[in-house]
C-alpha cells in the first residue's frame, strides 16, 4: 500500500497543497520505518519477544544456562527484548539526540532496529559486560541515520550507558570476539 501513495505523491501535491502532501508524506515515511523494525525484529532472528513487564531501566537481563556459565572472556549472544529495545532508545535520546536539538520529541525516535545484543564474560557476573549494537533514527531529520551502528554498554547489573557512534568501526567500541559471535566483520 505504501508503495501505491509514494507513486501517488506527486499528483497529491497538486491537488491536496504542499504542506498537506508533506504531512501524508512523512505518515507513509514513518509507517514503512515502523514495518522495516518489525521485519528486522522477527526477521533475522536476532531479537525476541519482550520479557516481563518490569520497568525498562530495571528489568534484569534474561540469559541462559549456557549464558550465565561462560568462562570469562567468551562472546554470548543473548536474546533482545522490546523493553530493551524502549530503554536504549530513551538513553539515546537523552544522552546524544535531545542536547543538540532541544525541541526533540521521543516519540519520532525510531529504533533502536537491527540489534545485535550480547555479552563478553567476566570472571563473575558482575564483571560480564554487555553491549548493544543498532541503527536508530530521528522521523523528520534527513541526517538522522547517518554513521552508526551505535553502541551501548553496561558493565553486570549497572545501568546501560550510550557509548556513541561507531561510523562503520564497531570493534573500536565493542571487542572483536563479541563481533565475531554475532558473525559479523568489524566495520560494517
Known amino acids: 500500500m505504501s508503495g501505491k ?3 501517488k505523491l506527486p499528483n497529491l501535491l497538486a491537488i491536496m497543497g504542499i504542506e498537506e502532501a508533506m504531512n501524508r508524506m512523512k505518515q507513509v515515511k514513518r509507517a514503512a520505518l ?8 522477527f526477521g533475522a532472528g536476532i531479537a525476541t519477544a519482550a520479557t516481563s513487564g518490569a520497568a525498562p531501566h530495571a528489568a534484569p537481563t534474561k540469559v541462559s544456562a549456557q549464558a550465565s556459565s561462560a568462562k570469562p572472556g567468551t562472546a554470548v549472544n543473548l536474546n533482545f527484548s522490546e523493553s530493551l529495545r524502549e530503554s536504549l532508545g ?20 525510531i529504533g533502536p532496529w537491527n540489534v545485535y545484543y550480547g555479552k563478553v564474560a567476566g570472571k563473575s557476573a558482575a564483571s560480564d559486560v554487555y553491549y548493544a549494537v543498532g541503527t536508530v533514527m530521528y522521523d523528520g531529520d534527513p541526517l538522522g541515520t547517518e554513521g552508526g551502528p551505535h553502541v551501548w554498554r553496561k558493565k553486570g547489573g549497572g545501568a546501560w550507558t550510550y ?26
Open 5 to 7: 501513495i509514494l507513486r
Open 34 to 41: 515502523i514495518a522495516l523494525v518489525g521485519a528486522s525484529t
Open 90 to 109: 530513551d538513553i539515546y535520546f537523552n544522552k546524544s539526540y535531545k542536547p543538540a536539538h532541544k525541541k526533540a520529541i521521543r516519540g519520532n525516535l
Open 163 to 188: 557509548v556513541g557512534n561507531t561510523g562503520g568501526a564497531v570493534c573500536e567500541q565493542v571487542p572483536s570476539v563479541l563481533v565475531k559471535a554475532w558473525h559479523k566483520p568489524c566495520n560494517w
